[in-house]
T-cell receptor, first 114, second 112 residues
């Protein structure tokens, strides 16, 4: 059974703080993704990675960076958190190809920036 | 215009009813199509892929019409446990990278 874990379920930070969100998957998937989910906007892709040390910008990368030093771990970094980054953050992983087996999601981190 | 559009609902139906959700997508080059299910305060999970010939998985039937850029999901004999938000998803894969685009979801409430 694929398992994707995220370091925190709930997180509260202050404006300007540096925030690290960690994601680990145990199925040896090549692809990993970070999304944010907001009411009325759905899931939006922030960054993705198709291999160790590789990263690609998604649709809304501004204000975020990522790190993938090991295949199983994909980190999302908010260099200087802002209130408009308050959101639900979801990590996902998948095999390469046309996503026929789907992307597997972690439980999410609800981040509040005060 | 959103890339993937769904009626947000909610659809309120009694147990045993048949309910259908529709979805349209704007990118004619979209490669593959899916329905995901998301329970309240949970992560999305793949419900089923959608194939051009249509496909069925138990009480669930998915259809794709590429000409009209339209995807549907039919749920027969609704159960209370079907209450969830159903996300229509298309894959606009480009140069070998998966790029899933999610609709905002249709909420289903099944009542006794």
């Amino acid at each position: 059974d694929v398992k994707v874990t995220q370091s925190s379920r709930y997180l509260v930070k202050r404006t300007g703080e540096k925030v690290f969100l960690e994601c680990v998957q145990d199925m040896d998937h090549e692809n990993m993704f970070w999304y944010r989910q907001d009411p009325g906007l759905g899931l939006r892709l922030i960054y993705f990675s198709y291999d160790v040390k590789m990263k690609e910008k998604g649709d809304i990368p501004e204000g975020y960076s990522v790190s993938r030093e090991k295949k199983e771990r994909f980190s999302l970094i908010l260099e200087s958190a802002s209130t408009n980054q308050t959101s639900m953050y979801l990590c996902a992983s998948s095999k390469p190809g046309l996503a026929g087996e789907g992307q597997f999601f972690g439980p999410g981190t609800r981040l509040t920036v005060l | 215009r959103k890339e993937v559009e769904q009626d947000p609902g909610p659809f309120n139906v009694p147990e045993g009813a048949t309910v259908a959700f529709n979805c349209t997508y704007s990118n004619s080059a979209s490669q593959s199509f899916f329905w995901y299910r998301q329970d309240c305060r949970k992560e999305p999970k793949l419900l089923m892929s959608v194939y051009s010939s249509g496909n069925e998985d138990g009480r669930f039937t998915a259809q794709l019409n590429r000409a009209s850029q339209y995807i549907s999901l039919l749920i027969r004999d609704s159960k209370l446990s079907d209450s969830a938000t159903y996300l229509c998803v298309v894959n606009n894969e480009n140069t070998g990278f998966q790029k899933l685009v999610f609709g905002t979801g249709t909420r289903l409430l099944v009542s006794p």
